[in-house]
């Protein structure tokens, strides 16, 4: 018998219908029927009857419900407890982060969270965002930073930051000698680089904010790195749609352009069965710092 077993369980007692329960609990109405049919054949026993379109605890489910329901309420107190304020985090941590990320400002925000948290001890990967979402996913990493995650019931995911997606050319490229309007009119006849689709992950090959601006992509290369696709700009006269942190650092150009609006976000990842969330609070905060000190140092 699993917690999460008992959740949707719980859940579904309480609505009396079990898609009214995913919604509650975010999930598929699917997982939660599975769970409950396992759990039926686990204790033997039937816990709903289905009358039209709802369902009722039968007097078994009603039985199990009553004892199952303080139990769930004392594991949340529980989890509660160890994640107060005076319980210092310890152990060792598997990371993984996004390429990008990883060698720039994860470091530091090691450094940051470890000046406080002297006995948390990490193992870092750096990875594709797509390869972070899974290996999180699956309880493979304890913790993921990445950009613009999707929402997933496997998830715990707090965003950090918020950045602009911005049309990004080489320093030299000719186009920027031209007027706005035969900029965007040259950006639809060179070559362009789009970021490779990933289950997980809210980027695309064809982003919206492209077509609004009415520019047609002429995709010459597809990339799943921000750090090789600015490599590949400045090594050309390509554009790609790039986070603004990631022109800052390579001094790449920018393109204005009417109606483009589009953003990327930085968020730390967890599996959403482990009780992460302050340690993620906190890990948080550390890469703010990180992002701020990166700031200070371009100010001077």
């Not at 968020?267 to 990166?294: C, D, I």
Request: charged share 25%.
């Amino acid at each position: 018998m699993k917690i999460d077993q008992i959740t949707y369980f719980l859940a579904t007692a309480k609505t009396q219908h079990i898609g009214k329960a995913s919604k509650l609990l975010n999930v598929s109405p699917s997982a939660i029927s599975h769970s409950i049919s396992s759990l039926e054949r686990e204790l033997g026993s039937k816990l709903f009857e289905k009358q039209g379109k709802h369902i009722f605890l039968v007097p078994f489910g009603k039985k199990f419900a009553e004892r199952a329901g303080p139990i769930l309420l004392q594991l949340e107190n529980l989890k509660s407890e160890m994640q107060s304020e005076d319980v210092k985090p310890s152990g060792h941590y598997k990371v993984a982060a996004t390429h990008g990320l990883a060698n720039r400002w994860v470091g530091p925000a090691l450094y940051f969270f470890q000046k406080n948290n002297p006995d948390v001890h990490f193992e870092i990967y750096s990875l594709r965002s797509a390869q972070v979402i899974e290996l999180v996913s699956t309880g493979e990493m304890d913790l993921g930073i990445c950009f613009s995650p999707t929402e997933s019931p496997k998830l715990q995911i707090l965003k950090v930051r918020s950045e602009p997606l911005c049309i990004a050319v080489n320093p030299k490229n000719p186009i920027l000698k031209f007027s706005k309007k035969e900029q965007i009119e040259a950006l639809s006849k060179i070559g362009a680089l789009s970021p490779k689709a990933f289950q997980g992950i809210e980027v695309c090959e064809d982003h919206p904010a492209i077509k609004r601006a009415r520019i047609n992509i002429n995709t010459k290369m597809i990339f799943d790195s921000y750090d090789v696709a600015a490599e590949i700009i400045l090594a050309s006269n390509y554009w790609g749609l790039i986070p603004k942190i990631i022109c800052d650092v390579y001094r790449l150009k920018t393109i204005s352009a009417v109606d483009f609006r589009a953003e990327a976000s930085i968020a730390v990842v967890s599996p959403k069965n482990r009780p992460l969330n302050r340690f993620m609070q906190g890990w948080a905060e550390s890469l703010k710092q990180a992002f701020e000190a990166q700031k200070l140092e371009k100010s001077y």
